[in-house]
């Protein structure tokens, strides 16, 4: 590799890499307040104090999310939260970083943290998403829900803290390419994560095949990111990602567990701004006595699969809206031939 393609990649583009992490990040944090503001919470409140502290709490849960998966699977919850948090101190407050800061036009320098405590907390950071890596692969429940773009996007994070980790021991050295271009492949590797952590994101999805519509995520939803609206026959699923706050509230919720977060890498995701897109939909079903329309047809054939499991005849009324089972109970209303 030519000298001057090196030297960019660890001089000009790695400055070029963290102006535009800067102004990534803040484009997203903007985007966050312009999109809560426009939400039912505040849209008809006025800005006070109370307002105030709701919304930097929610920028603070937007930025550092507090997953209420935790009371169902705390030692995966408490292993995430301990890889997210290697991943920001490690690179931050590691000396060898510092001191290139420092040389910087920038000069900045603050106190680092003993390197032995940050090789301990490399090797831990790397232990568990190798744990997350083997988990998606060994587990077939979970392999099933996942993609190979989950698996590369540990890859990707954890590329930079294992060649580092090498570097600074000199682990391969005994092979001469990487002797050689070790640095650069930590550096390089480094700048592709963080311009990967920009256009990074958190999205709820809504599986098709479990979801029968309920509404329990929408309403449970504390910063109205998911919104259930109703069109002729359907009930449609919308979403902002620019709204949620990563809770995990719809997980939780969920009876079906047809929620889920997952990560996508997406550049047009980035740039929209504005607006709530459709992640799902149901057919809603109709009365059978008055036509009107009343329960989720996935939810209807839920109950039908549960009166069959039990070996016991679906009663009539399940076809009829609350209205309608009133009257055929007290014999006002006769069902419908076929």
């Known amino acids: 590799m030519p000298e001057e393609w090196l030297y960019f990649i660890e001089g000009q583009f790695l400055e070029i890499v963290f102006y535009l992490f800067a102004m990534g990040m803040g484009i997203r944090c903007l985007a966050f307040l312009v999109n809560i503001f426009n939400s039912r919470m505040f ?93 998606r692969i060994v587990f077939s429940r979970i392999r099933e829900q996942s993609s190979f773009m989950d698996i590369t996007l540990i890859m990707i994070t954890l590329l930079p803290f294992i060649t580092g980790y090498w570097y600074v021991n000199g682990t391969l050295d005994h092979i001469s390419l990487f002797e050689e271009y070790m640095w650069y492949l930590h550096v390089f590797s480094g700048e592709v994560m963080i311009l990967m952590a920009v256009f990074l994101f958190i999205r709820t999805r809504l599986d098709a095949k479990r979801c029968v519509g309920c509404e329990s995520c929408c309403i449970s939803c504390p910063t109205g990111t998911l919104e259930a609206i109703e069109t002729a026959n359907k009930r449609e699923f919308l979403y902002s990602h620019y709204q949620c706050i990563c809770c995990g509230t719809c997980v939780s919720t969920c009876p079906e567990t047809a929620a889920k977060l997952r990560h996508e890498i997406s550049i047009s995701l980035f740039f929209s701004f504005i607006g709530k897109k459709k992640i799902n939909e149901v057919v809603i079903n109709t009365c059978a006595g008055c036509g009107k329309t009343y329960a989720p047809d996935p939810q ?35 069902p419908r031939d076929g």
């Open 43 to 135: 849209l008809y409140q006025k800005f006070t104090w109370k307002s105030t502290g709701k919304l930097l709490f929610l920028l603070g849960n937007f930025l550092l999310p507090f997953h209420k998966i935790l009371l169902k699977q705390p030692l995966y919850t408490i292993l995430r939260y301990i890889f997210h948090a290697c991943l920001f101190i490690i690179p931050v407050w590691y000396s060898g970083h510092l001191n290139m800061l420092l040389d910087t036009r920038l000069g900045w320098y603050w106190e680092p943290i003993p390197d032995e405590y940050i090789e301990t907390a490399t090797l831990v950071f790397i232990g568990i998403g190798c744990l997350f890596i083997a988990r």
């Open 300 to 334: 209807i054939e839920k109950i039908n699969q549960i009166f069959l499991v039990k070996k016991i005849a679906s009663p009539e009324t399940l076809s009829y809206c609350g209205r309608c089972k009133k009257l055929f109970s007290n014999h006002m209303l006769l």
